[in-house]
């Protein structure tokens, strides 16, 4: 009888979540065992500190500024079969439409969501989104831990909501094959076994919607 076919591992991954959930840290540990490309989210948009000031109209600007920036980076990834480099990015191309449904008055959003439809028909899908989840009173605690300028002024409710979303959006997506991953009681950066579990079970196919949990595991705070 002929050999089954070998797994090919994926080649375009992607690592998703709330804020302070691990995806940096994730992606970058990833990117550097599978010798991968490493695409970042965009950091310098000017319109985030108005947004977070709640200047009017901060929120559709920093909106569009992270949809276009964003698609910038997609369209220039190297995805063609031909293509034998495996990159690992810290956000999904589709999350931008997570925090434009959150912030935009229905007006804005009409708009944003034109342009989003003729940007996301020519962005590369990915062959695998790692969804990272926490609670939100885990992910309080890492934002204090981290104590940044302008995560500190996002309140409770937006954190909780933020949470809502991801979860309502990961439950309905379909675009590519979903390892979800809880993270509020692991910790990959600093417990080596949280780590080297899902490194082997990366080496195995994941197909369709697929949760993961290490054995063992312990607190991340």
Do not use: C
């Not at 992606?27 to 985030?48: G, K, M, S, T, Y």
């Not at 809880?182 to 994941?206: C, G, H, K, W, Y």
Request: glycine share 2%; charged share 30%.
């Amino acid at each position: 009888m002929p050999n089954p076919p070998s797994f090919e591992p994926p080649r375009l991954i992607a690592v998703e979540g709330p804020i302070r959930v691990g995806k940096t840290s994730l992606a970058d540990i990833l990117a550097d065992r599978l010798h991968a490309e490493r695409l970042r989210d965009v950091e310098d948009n000017p319109f985030l500190g108005p947004f977070y000031n709640e200047k009017r109209g901060a929120a559709f600007q920093a909106q569009l500024y992270f949809l276009v920036e964003r698609f910038n980076q997609w369209r220039a990834l190297d995805v063609a079969s031909s293509s034998r480099q495996t990159i690992v990015s810290d956000y999904l191309f589709e999350r931008d439409k997570i925090f434009a449904y959150l912030n935009l008055s229905d007006a804005e959003l009409r708009l944003y969501d034109e342009l989003y439809r003729l940007l996301a028909e020519q962005a590369p899908v990915p062959d695998l989104v790692i969804y990272l989840q926490a609670k939100p009173e885990v992910l309080r605690k890492r934002i204090a831990k981290k104590n940044a300028a302008m995560e500190s002024r996002i309140s409770r409710e937006y954190l909780e909501e933020v949470v809502k979303a991801y979860e309502h959006f990961f439950f309905h997506y379909r675009s590519s094959d979903l390892l979800v991953v809880e993270t509020s009681e692991i910790d990959f950066v600093d417990r080596n076994e949280d780590l080297d579990q899902l490194l082997a079970r990366l080496s195995q196919p994941v197909k369709g919607t697929q949760y993961f949990l290490p054995l063992g595991s312990a607190s991340a705070d």
